[in-house]
């Protein structure tokens, strides 16, 4: 059973940077596809960005130029660096694997249980 756990949520100021890692446990391989979802109370869970084997990586429009997301395979790890945060970019952030085949959109099998990042003004 693959299981995922993220860290490094937290409470930042608007304007301030934090960086989310997703650490992955069981039968993993470097073509498993990852991504990052977020989702706010009252909201629809979103798609951040995503890593995919045969295209580039994958990022919410707004979010562009803004998030940058990474894998070490070696560590089995998923990051999410986001800088110049928003308070509109408060939500459970949430990594997610794909282990069947690949496509698009992402149809990920396996969830973490979030971590939280809270932006204040």
């Known amino acids: 059973q693959v299981q995922l756990v993220e860290s490094g949520g937290g409470l930042v100021q608007a304007g301030g940077s934090l960086g989310l890692s997703c650490l992955a446990s069981?039968?993993?391989?470097?073509?498993?596809?990852m991504g990052w979802y977020r989702q706010a109370p009252g909201k629809g869970r979103e798609l951040v960005a995503a890593?995919?084997?045969?295209?580039?990586?994958y990022y919410a429009d707004s979010l562009k130029g803004r998030f940058t997301i990474s894998r070490d395979n070696h560590k089995n790890t998923l990051y999410l660096q986001m800088n110049s945060l928003e308070p509109e970019d408060t939500a459970l952030y949430s990594c997610?694997?794909?282990?069947?085949?690949?496509?698009?959109?992402?149809?990920?099998?396996?969830w973490g249980p979030g971590t939280q990042v809270t932006v204040s003004s």
């Open positions: 069981g039968l993993i391989s470097s073509t498993n596809e």
């Open positions: 890593i995919r084997h045969r295209s580039d990586p």
């Open positions: 997610a694997l794909q282990n069947g085949v690949a496509g698009w959109p992402p149809r990920y099998d396996y």
